[in-house]
């Protein structure tokens, strides 16, 4: 066994992980699975730390472990083309401009009805108002705050 070998311990301290998410991702296989000492320790090496220290930081921007996966895959094969890759942060960066619209739409919504409060008793609340009109007539928009897949 390597003396540079890390416990699964020494591996999420090193890329800011937890332990049961180091092995969350081996699970579903996004991390190779390590080597095994006699006494049956997990123990990672360089390349276990550059791949979690991947994941993470993909994590930390928002992609999905799916699109993480398929670019996991796609690095694998350096002298391929990046253009799937491309591709899949291209989407990842449509639909976050849509969150934050998405976003944007609804702070919108809460200002207006945070704004139009008079602040007299619950019974003339505009925020109970407005929130007890599922017509959505009292918003600026009918669909405000609603995922595309929803709307």
Request: hydrophobic share 35%.
């Amino acid at each position: 066994m390597d003396d540079k070998a890390l416990s699964i311990g020494v591996l999420a301290r090193e890329t800011g992980c937890k332990v049961q998410t180091v092995r969350y991702y081996e699970q579903v296989g996004l991390m190779p699975a390590p080597l095994r000492t006699s006494g049956n320790q997990r123990r990672y090496g360089p390349a276990h730390i550059a791949r979690l220290g991947f994941i993470r930081h993909a994590r930390e921007l928002g992609f999905p472990l799916d699109q993480i996966r398929e670019m996991l895959a796609l690095s694998d094969d350096p002298a391929r083309s990046c253009a799937d890759v491309d591709r899949i942060a291209s989407e990842h960066l449509a639909a976050v401009e849509a969150r934050i619209a998405r976003l944007n739409a609804l702070k919108t919504e809460l200002e207006r009805m945070v704004q139009g409060c008079r602040h007299g008793q619950v019974g003339d609340c505009r925020v109970i108002e407005v929130l007890s009109d599922y017509t959505h007539d009292h918003c600026l928009t009918p669909d405000h705050g609603k995922p595309e897949s929803r709307a």
